[in-house]
Every structure is written in structure tokens, then in C-alpha cells.
């Protein structure tokens, strides 16, 4: 039997989104696995080194108010994360800017701030996000406006606010049903900190070694990271004092979670007291762990070490080569045969873009934004938490640091084109609290893949054509099911013994699954 899949980009209505029937289900685990390459480079933040002596700018004194919200609830695959560059998402006040932003530097504070995230609280609302990640909010060191030079882990860099604008922010966060994770960072300190010429800590480094060989185990833990310089966790002085700083942000502000930063870099010892003490006294409080390689069992043994999410850069490498103009979706699938490698693999970080990898539409030469969406689908749907990186919703583009770090234009969430996917992204948030929780991969090729994913007893068909032609597939199916097209209303059935599809090029079809 041969029948034709509705030829149809996908159009979005609101109206029949609207009309789904809303679900919150119980977690089903998902099955399904993945290798990749690890990538080349390694966290950019610690990179772009421009190492200026300028004084750094007078810290904040915190005495405001106390955090009226708690934890709340867990972070889980229920949650989509938008992850914003602190400095490059919304000036709320330009006038106030401190003397050293600079809009026309890209490797300088451009005047971003946490009154904007505030200010925006609804935009991301608005896209179906339930939680944020903000670049870390601390005192940084000169030009680090992407937060991980810091110079004093104990404020919060006046070009973003102070702790009373961080504590606000929270508060409204919560009130709005939006979770808040700090990004965090006990690697390193800034070029040139302080710290360095203080007494007290001159046995809080580990000697200044550049980190070259990143397959040297005791290199990649103790070697200085683009030159800067690198904690020594094993000092018991070093590890109390991040522990105990860590709690202090926890108690002061009220967060659900923290992302931390190039956590290879630190020795899994570390990571098992640090995560053991917050979890002692806030036992669903998130750890993201940033764990920038490709290989799922090195990131699962950071899972080990009671860090609840990983960045998952295994199915981040088969997205990146499933979705482009030579397509291979066997990566993909590759990879996700690798995920049986973790033992919660719903709880790990998907993402197409972030500010250490080239944003996805900078990746191909051609049909970007259908490359994109069709990522996007992907991510949104395989039982996960996404990681919507700012800008993404309106096909931002930039290739490596500091391109990939525009400063975030608002108009563009207003124009009416293809480049605006925000009513893509809310129908696929829609599709994820509906579907997504546990993952069936029914067919796959070079070109295109098909899969079942479901919540309860809420079943959808997923089918993927990365080609840019049309494609016929034919396949045996052990089983047989009854479709209804998501947004429109072709039907058609899937019988058991030999199908054939016809899938148009460069499309993701939703189809319920009635029996
Ligand atoms: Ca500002
Ligand atoms: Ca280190």
C-alpha cells in the first residue's frame, strides 16, 4: 500500500493547538541510545582572552531583601530551559550603562542586564519556557561580559544590578511559573584576579601550566584553560569556600538550579562533595553539568557524581550531522542507540545552539531556516529538557565566538516571515507537554526517520525528511496504527506488514496516533 503524506510545511494555528488536550503524565523512560565525535575546540568563554589591567568595577554591596520563593518543584523533562547571555539579551536602561560597554565591541559589555531579563520575563513566557539559565551573574574581571572571569564570587557585576535586582528577579520568575538557574563556575578564576597576588590564597592554584593535551587526564583537570587561572579543588580551603559560596547564592537568591562550567575541568572528587552538600540541604535543587564531549559514558560519569543533567553533545553531534545539506540521519540514530548509556537520559540537556558552538543557521549554506525547524522538531520532541538558546527564535545567526553572542533585536520577534519560528517553537513546546515522554524510533535512513513518541496514552508519529528532494521509503511494520494529521485533517493508516511513505522535502509531520 503506498499513500502520499500531506504535502504541507508546517503551518501552525494556534486555534487547533489550543483545542489539544493538555496532559501532564508521569515520565515514561525512554529506550532509546549514541557515539559522536567529541568536538575539536573546547569552551570558548575561557578563550577570547583580552586581558586588560583596567581596575575592575566597584563590587555591589548586597544587603537586600531576602528571597521570599523556595525551590519549588524539580526541574525535569517537563521543563524547557531558555538560556540567556546576561549581557547581549536587553538593556533596561542605557543611560545608567557603566562607562566600559561598548554596543560597537563585540568582545566587550555591551550593557545587557538583569532588569532586562525581568523586563522580558513575559517574551519568555511566551515562547513556552518554564525555566531560565542566565550566564553568571558574578564580578567579573575586565571585558567579561559572558561572566566567567570573575573576580569576586561573593556580588553580582554592577553592570547587571546588584543582589536586590537578582532576588527580584527570581521572585517574579517564580510567581510566573519560570525556574531560575545561575550559571556557576569553581574552575577558574578571572585573568589577573585578585586572588592571585593575595597571600592568604597562594596555595589556591594549581601551577601556571598551559592546558594543551585535552586527553591528558591530570592536564585537563590541573592545566590553565585558554591561560586562566585554574582552582586547585584539592586544597580543603578552596573546596569549603565554593561549597559554602555556592549555598550562600542558593539561600540569598532562592534558585532552582545551577549549570556548571566546564565541570571536566574539575576532578570528579570535587563534584561528588560539592554536589553531595547541596543536595544534603536542598534536595531537588538542578545540577546542569557543562560537559563539552561527545562520549556518553564520560558524561554519565559525571552523573555518577550526583549532577542530575548533562549537556548532551552526544545527540547535539547527531542533530549537527543529521540536519544539513548531506544529511545523515544514521548519525543521529547512531547516537541515539548510545543513550542507553545513561541512566536518566530524559533528564539531559538537548540543544541546537549555544554561545560556545556556531548557531545552528550558520551551519549551512543553504535553507537554513528549514534545517533548523527541522532540528528543532527533533529536539523538542525526543524525551528531554531543550535548551532554547536566545535568539534561536528568531533564527539568529553567527558562527564562533563572539558572533555567535549578537546582541538579542526584539524587532525581530514582531516581523511576519519565515525567519520568525516563535509560532513554530510554541507549537512544538505544545507537542512536547502533550507527547514527549517516552521514544520509539520505527524507521530510519540516510534521509529520513520516523518515530513514535508518547505520554500516557497519548501516542504521536513523528516523520522526518532532511533531504531536499522528495523521498519514498518502504518499510515492514510489525504492528498497525490508525494517523490523523496534527494540524490538519488528512488520515491514513500504518498496517501491519509493508508501508510505503512519500515524504516531501525538507518537512516534519505530526500525526496522532487514534489506534
Ligand atoms: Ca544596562
Ligand atoms: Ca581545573
New binding site residues.
Partial sequence: MTFQLGKKHFQFSLLIIFTLVLLMGCQSKNALPSETTPLTSEASDEKDATQSNEATQANESTTAESPTTEITARITSDDIIYFIMVDRFA????E??LPD?NKEDMRAFQ???L??VIDHLDYIKSLGATAIWLTPVMTNGPNGYHGYWIYDFESVDP?FGDMATLQTLVNQAHEMGIKVILDYVVNHTGYNSPWLSDPDKADWFHPDTPLNNFKDANELETGWLAGLPDLDQSNPEVKDYFIKNALWWIDQTGIDGFRLDTMRHVSHEFWQDFSGAIKEKYPDFFLLGEVWDGNTNTLESYHKDGIDSLTNYSLYNGIINAFNVKPNILSLANALEKEKNFSTPTENALFIDNHDNARFMSQNPKNQVEYTKLALAFTYTYPAIPVLYYGTEIAMDGAYDPANRAFMDFSQSEVNDETNLIPYLQFLAQVKENYSGSFHLIYRDQFTMIYEISKENKRLLVAINASDSEKTISFDYSDSMSLKELTGSESLTLQTGSNSFTLPPLTSQFYIITK
Wanted: hydrophobic share 10%; charged share 15%; aromatic share 0%.
Fill in positions: 538593556d533596561s536602561n542605557p545608567s550603562n560597554v550593557g545587557g542586564d532588569q532586562g553592570h
